[in-house]
T-cell receptor, first 112, second 119 residues
Framework: DTEVTQTPKHLVMGMTNKKSLKCEQH?????MYWYKQKAKKPPELMFV???????INESVPSRFSPECPNSSLLNLHLHALQPEDSALYLC???????????FGSGTRLTVV | AQKITQTQPGMFVQEKEAVTLDCTYD???????LFWYKQPSSGEMIFLIY??????QNATEGRYSLNFQKARKSANLVISASQLGDSAMYFC????????????????FGQGTRLTINP
């Protein structure tokens, strides 16, 4: 299994809603990441988990809350988002220092 | 800080022609890795090819090859015999090792090149 699976593929939510994005990998990778990508821009790193511990938070607002329940799963909990948070959210995982850096297909989020 | 530069915002190529997408990078680290990804309009980020800074030979993966010129700090992607399905956004990225965190890497991306293959 060489995939990173993200669900849902599309999500529309109101500014008062609470929702979660899910990411799963079974490649034995011990680092997992959330990236945010705005239209016509490159992805930007949000969070890094290494060995199930949050290692990096790139100054992301608290309305985004990551969670890593185990080595295969990564969640991103969303609450009270703003319309400018509408973007493609990409999950990725990697092995220890090498060329194995795999992205999921992304969740396209629209905040209304 | 590491930086990736892709100077071609868009490229238009005839089907079956070869195409070269430019990428230059800047880093002071002796050990680094360079990736190319393809992103179709569906949004998924598809891994194409990887080059490590200590690799002696240029990387190749099927129709994709990486023209790695270390002294010039360039890592251009070459696609041979282009196909209509190659139309997509292409990103060059550099691995930034998060040394304080065992086993984690950050990718720094260029701005991307939108490739359009014409029939």
């Amino acid at each position: 299994d060489t995939e990173v699976t993200q669900t849902p593929k599309h999500l529309v939510m109101g500014m008062t809603n609470k929702k979660s994005l899910k990411c799963e990998q079974h490649m034995g990778h011990r680092a997992m990441y959330w990236y945010k990508q705005k239209a016509k821009k490159p992805p930007e790193l949000m969070f890094v988990y290494s060995y199930e511990k949050l290692s990096i938070n790139e100054s992301v607002p608290s309305r985004f809350s990551p969670e890593c329940p185990n080595s295969s799963l990564l969640n991103l909990h969303l609450h009270a988002l703003q319309p400018e948070d509408s973007a493609l959210y990409l999950c990725a995982s990697s092995q220890v220092l090498g060329n194995g850096y795999t992205f999921g297909s992304g969740t396209r989020l629209t905040v209304v | 800080a590491q930086k990736i530069t892709q100077t071609q915002p868009g490229m238009f190529v005839q089907e079956k022609e070869a195409v070269t997408l430019d990428c230059t990078y800047d880093t002071s680290d002796p050990s680094y890795g360079l990736f190319w990804y393809k992103q179709p309009s569906s949004g998924e980020m598809i891994f194409l090819i990887y080059q490590g800074s200590y690799d002696q030979q240029n990387a190749t993966e099927g129709r994709y090859s990486l023209n790695f010129q270390k002294a010039r700090k360039s890592a251009n992607l070459v696609i041979s015999a282009s196909q209509l399905g190659d139309s997509a956004m292409y990103f060059c990225a550099m691995r930034e090792d998060l040394l304080l965190i065992q086993g984690a890497q950050k990718l720094v991306f260029g701005q991307g090149t939108r490739l359009t293959i014409n029939p």
